[in-house]
């Protein structure tokens, strides 16, 4: 069994930064994959990056593509997204994600992943 917990979120003006981490604890070694989904208010999940942790090969939603980073502490068991220059509809609740499948991690961003965290909230706001 995998767990995994965001931390991070908070409020932050238009423009500005933040970084989100997610720890994962348990049965670390089967997780291949990981990602990060959002939720705004009235709206569907969506995917926003996700990252191997075999070879690094990341993917982004092109609405974050040049103003997110995804990274991945492989020693800490730790997931981060370091969010730049950030904007009113990049609001929600960000959830990070993890599963054993390396195929689960690909350019179409699925989100059939096994293990999820609560989430935590992102409000972009003057």
């Known amino acids: 069994q995998v767990q995994v917990a965001e931390s991070g979120g908070g409020l932050v003006q238009p423009g500005g930064s933040l970084t989100l981490s997610c720890a994962a604890s348990g049965v670390t070694n089967l997780v291949y994959v990981m990602g990060w989904f959002r939720q705004a208010p009235g709206k569907a999940r969506e995917a926003v990056s996700c990252i191997s942790r075999i070879d690094s090969t990341n993917y982004y939603a092109d609405s974050v593509k040049g103003r997110f980073t995804i990274s991945m502490d492989n020693a800490r068991n730790t997931l981060y997204l370091q969010m730049n220059n950030l904007k009113p509809e990049d609001t929600g609740v960000y959830f990070c994600?993890?599963?054993?499948?390396?195929?689960?991690?690909?350019?179409?961003?699925?989100?059939?992943?096994?293990?999820w965290g609560q989430g935590t909230q992102v409000t972009v706001s003057s």
């Open positions: 994600a993890a599963d054993r499948a390396p195929w689960a991690c690909g350019s179409s961003l699925d989100d059939n992943y096994a293990y």
